[in-house]
């Protein structure tokens, strides 16, 4: 299998999805998942904890993601279990950071953000594959650290393009009015814009913004993410590590310090926000790892390889977890409740 048909493929399936999530997730009805109930109130009502379609597709994000690390490193005959113990540490460590950032600089308990997650991982990512190294006795030619950083770099493209449409679907990190940006922005962008239904979607209920047409700033990252995850999977098979590297941080960071002056909800104190800071703090460190961490060649990449081992049991429960834990860790609502009734139905007794 060619590299072009790998990523042409895997482009189709993404194009299809965008389609369908763009049109359908902003209405109402794609919020809740399911009311399970936990606290019985009086009879027959019970206090509801509700699960969310924002945990179904971030547990769905970070599968995928997972999965094109594994084929990646797989590609250039890095153990999968090493890439295994590598990305439950980043796990453990971005999911963990993802709260505490978000509540040093938005001073909320109950909610996510992936920018911190993803500072906090560049950081933390030298220092994890150098430990695993030391402890497995793999040296620096088993596991070149730029491609390897390389690969983990276009997971986090094509993870948080997807978890985007999480976020559409719970209506939170929402666009500007349209009403409200620049007449060229709002001939541009006034046809594809979203309106989002729904009093229990963030952007009703934290702007009152529902029923409006504002900027689909989750769309427009979904969709510049996965291009960009996609030609630097392309670059990656064809050795062009440090390039793929350089174009996800590069495309994914400016983004995000762009994207900010066209987002509406709220992103911490300042013009200038930390966010923003943290995104061209990233750029300047993986440039620095570029030049300062090992460059030794890795072996030609080989997608077919890669893709083979996925359907390693080990690899297919190892996905299952993560996929189950992310959900149970980011699909339980804490910021809505529900009640719950239930009764007979006499006439089928």
């Known amino acids: 299998m060619s590299a072009e048909v790998f990523v042409s493929g895997v482009g189709l399936s993404f194009l299809v999805l965008l389609i369908w999530a763009f049109k359908t997730l902003p209405n109402e009805q794609w919020q809740i998942l399911a009311a399970v109930p936990i606290t019985k109130m009086r009879s027959l009502h019970w206090k509801g904890l509700n699960l969310t379609f924002y945990g179904v597709f971030v547990s769905l994000a970070t599968v995928v993601a ?11 005959l890095i153990p999968v279990r090493v890439t295994i113990l590598v990305t439950a540490l980043t796990l ?40 695993v190294n030391h402890l497995l006795d793999q040296g620096s030619a088993r596991i070149s650290a730029i491609p390897f950083i390389a690969a983990m770099a276009i997971a986090y493209s094509i993870g948080e393009g997807l978890g985007r449409l999480g976020c559409i679907s719970f209506g939170c990190c929402y666009g500007k009015p349209i009403s409200e940006c620049h007449p060229y922005i709002q001939r541009l962008l006034s046809r594809v814009a979203f309106v989002f239904t729904g009093k229990l979607k963030k952007i009703a209920y934290e702007k009152g913004m529902d029923g409006q047409k504002v900027v689909p700033i989750q769309a427009i990252t ?8 996609l030609v630097a999977t392309l670059l990656f098979l064809k050795n062009q590590y440090s390039i793929s590297l350089i174009l996800v941080t590069v495309v994914t960071q400016l983004w995000r310090v762009i994207s900010e002056t066209l987002r509406s909800d709220y992103r911490g104190p300042g013009h200038f926000t930390v966010y923003q800071i943290l995104s061209l703090v990233t750029i300047g460190l993986v440039l620095t790892m570029i030049f ?26 190892f996905l299952e977890f993560i996929g189950l834990t992310s959900f149970i860790y980011t699909g339980r609502s804490m910021v809505t409740a529900s009640t719950i009734s239930f009764h007979v139905i006499k006439d089928r007794i």
Request: with cysteine; hydrophobic share 55%; charged share 10%.
């Open 66 to 76: 997972v999965s094109a690390l594994i084929t990646l490193t797989s590609s250039i």
């Open 92 to 131: 453990v460590i971005g999911f963990s950071a993802s709260k505490l950032v978000a509540a040093l600089v938005e001073k909320k308990r109950h909610t996510f953000t992936v920018s911190g997650a993803s500072f906090v991982g560049i950081v933390a990512i030298p220092g994890i594959l150098a430990t």
């Open 222 to 229: 979904s969709c510049l993410y996965l291009t960009t995850g």
């Open 292 to 317: 300062a961490l090992d460059g030794a060649a890795a072996p030609v990449a080989n997608a077919e390889a890669g893709l083979r081992s996925l359907w390693d049991p080990f690899v297919i429960l």
